[in-house]
């Protein structure tokens, strides 16, 4: 899966010109599934980004995570995170098909609502209007390939951070 997180002051989208999603304080994630993705490949993606860090403390330090803050999630799907960029025209067969990637998609939203945040979120595969008011601007891309890796790595040498 592959997302990006951006902390926002607020964020909203519209299919046809009505809301379909809005929040606060939180987190827009635009979100990508790959063909290769799980049910676990989602939970660990959605702990991980409910987990970050990124909001700022009493003393300036982006120490506080979404919880903390009492943020949201306004998560939308985003195919076009898997483009293949080698040519003026992007491709998408990287991307994971309808029938894999809506219930990953779901599965994701669905563990951020099990840890307790309110989860807003656009329709798959939709002409989507998206607006966000962007806080810093923090943006964090997640890839779970360099996930995998580095907890395959740390495993290797008894590092479970």
């Keep these: 899966m592959r997302a990006v997180v951006t902390r926002v002051r607020s964020a ?3 299919i046809d010109g ?3 999603g809005a929040i606060g304080q939180g987190y827009l994630v635009l979100l990508g599934v790959g063909p290769g993705d799980t049910v676990d490949t989602a939970n660990q993606l959605a ?3 409910c987990n970050l860090r990124v909001f700022e403390d009493e ?3 982006m120490n ?3 919880e903390q803050v009492g943020g949201s999630l306004l998560v939308v799907s985003q195919f076009t995170l898997y483009a293949d960029t080698s040519s003026r ?3 998408f067969t990287g991307a994971a098909k309808p029938d ?3 219930p990953l998609y779901e599965r994701f939203m669905e563990r951020c609502r099990e840890r307790g945040f309110d989860v807003q979120h656009g329709q798959f595969g939709a002409d989507m209007q998206v607006e966000s008011v ?3 601007p923090v943006t964090i891309l997640f890839d779970t390939e360099n996930l995998k890796r580095h907890y395959l790595n740390a495993s290797a040498i008894g590092d479970h951070r």
């Design 64 to 66: 506080r995570n979404l």
């Design 47 to 49: 702990d991980k980004i």
């Design 100 to 102: 894999v990637a809506v």
């Design 18 to 20: 009505a809301v379909s």
């Design 134 to 136: 962007n806080d810093g």
């Design 89 to 91: 025209r992007p491709g």
């Design 12 to 14: 909203s989208v519209a």
């Design 59 to 61: 003393n300036g330090k």
